[in-house]
């Protein structure tokens, strides 16, 4: 049986509309994983098997299992997206690192000593509330541990730009391969998604089994999860390598077959997610939930969320390809804010759940009014921040 890819000349007068489509698609999936950022820290308290507040909610162990097995992931594959067309538009690779720096770095050492202190300090006053605040940021800066909650992901980027700036510096056609495969995901996008899960599989799975799945590598607030360093650059640049050339003709192109069939990601999403929970099952009820887990379970269920990953994400891009390409979407409103959200937003939810830890409330009342009121208060300051000279530059 023949395949039939498109040619240059059948897509080439779709090509600005597609590339339109796809950007906007593109812009409100992301804008969606911001929301899904501030509902994981909303809900973490009350899991039921995680939980630091006396009220629980098995469901909200659902999100998280789920949210922590892609979202990250998924971050670093649309931001790798546009690696290589923007260094195209660039006279000299310098100044993309420069305009990163102003991106990621700044906002990464201003939230660092603002953001991160201010949220941490509502952990410490609940463990000791005669705790000043002056005693414990002095504690955090001078001797650890300094955490910097989820801006990790900001100078993990950086650093995976800058290696990919110079990968386009010794020559531009080095994601070719990936590119290319790609372009067979636009007809076969399962083919493609078959491929993204072995190198991703092959990249995580050992770091997990070697690492364990819990450990970090840090130096005061640079820290990143050691298991899974390999498996967030594989997905920057596989989006590199979507976007390294004709882009609207690869896998994620809205008029790609993955769009169409948006809903098979998603229903064979439900199968490793599903043996998630059935090695969560094992590690609790047979073998008695013990520190030190044997390889055989790190290796089968790092297998497990691989698959998760890369079905779950593919199932989110082609849903936002088939259905938020055009027209108003109530993502909208915060696609231009989500960035600022994302630095403000985990002060504002740790304090909230400072506030409401004492109250006799459900579970999933509290967590509702910790993303509630969390989104409002990080979108609000994201607005005033925004009118400061100069912010758009950053935010």
């Avoid at 994981?40 to 006396?54: A, E």
């Avoid at 790092?302 to 109530?330: H, N, Y």
């Avoid at 409103?333 to 400072?354: E, K, N, S």
Wanted: aromatic share 18%.
């Amino acid at each position: 049986m023949t395949t039939t890819y498109p040619t240059q000349a059948g897509l080439a007068a779709a090509t600005t509309a597609a590339v339109r489509v796809r950007d906007l698609s593109l812009d409100r999936a992301r804008t969606f994983l911001t929301l899904l950022v501030l509902i994981h820290h909303s809900v973490i308290p009350y899991t039921h098997f995680g939980h630091t507040d006396p009220a629980s909610w098995i469901g909200f162990d659902c999100i998280v299992l789920a949210t922590d097995s892609f979202f990250m992931a998924m971050f670093f594959l649309l931001s790798g997206l546009f690696l290589w067309p923007s260094l195209d538009h660039r006279p000299r690779i310098g100044s993309l690192a420069r305009d990163r720096l102003i991106r990621l770095g700044i906002p990464f050492v201003i939230a660092a000593f603002t953001v991160i202190p201010i949220a941490y300090y509502a952990i410490a006053l609940r463990a000791d509330p005669m705790l000043s605040f002056v005693d414990f940021y002095r504690n955090m800066i001078t001797v650890g541990p300094w955490p910097s909650g989820p801006l990790w992901f900001l100078w993990v980027l950086f650093i995976y730009t800058f290696i990919g700036g110079a990968m386009y510096r010794i020559s531009r056609h080095t994601l070719d391969p990936l590119n290319r495969l790609a372009s067979i995901g636009y007809q076969r996008p399962f083919l493609y998604i078959v491929a993204t899960f072995a190198i991703t599989a092959a990249l995580y799975v050992p770091a997990r089994v070697y690492f364990g799945p819990n450990e970090w590598l840090s130096f005061g607030p640079f820290a990143v999860q050691e298991s899974r360093i390999l498996l967030y650059a594989a997905y920057f640049f596989m989006g590199a390598g979507i976007g390294a050339c004709h882009p609207e003709f690869g896998v994620i192109s809205a008029g790609g077959r993955l769009a169409k069939q948006w809903y098979v990601w998603a229903l064979l999403a439900v199968l490793p997610y599903a043996a998630m929970w059935g090695f969560i099952g094992i590690k609790r009820g047979i073998l008695g939930n013990p520190p030190d887990l044997p390889m055989w379970y790190e290796a089968g269920y790092g297998l497990a969320f691989a698959a998760f990953s890369v079905t779950v994400i593919f199932a989110i891009l082609a849903f936002f390809l088939r259905f938020q390409r055009a027209g108003w979407s109530i993502l909208d409103p915060l696609q231009h804010d989500a960035y600022g959200i994302f630095l403000v937003h985990y002060a504002y939810m740790l304090w909230l759940q400072y506030a409401l830890y004492d109250l006799q409330w459900p579970a999933i009342a509290k967590a509702g009014t910790v993303f509630v009121l969390g989104l409002l208060l990080s979108w609000a300051t994201t607005a005033l921040l925004r009118k400061i000279p100069g912010s758009h530059r950053v935010l």
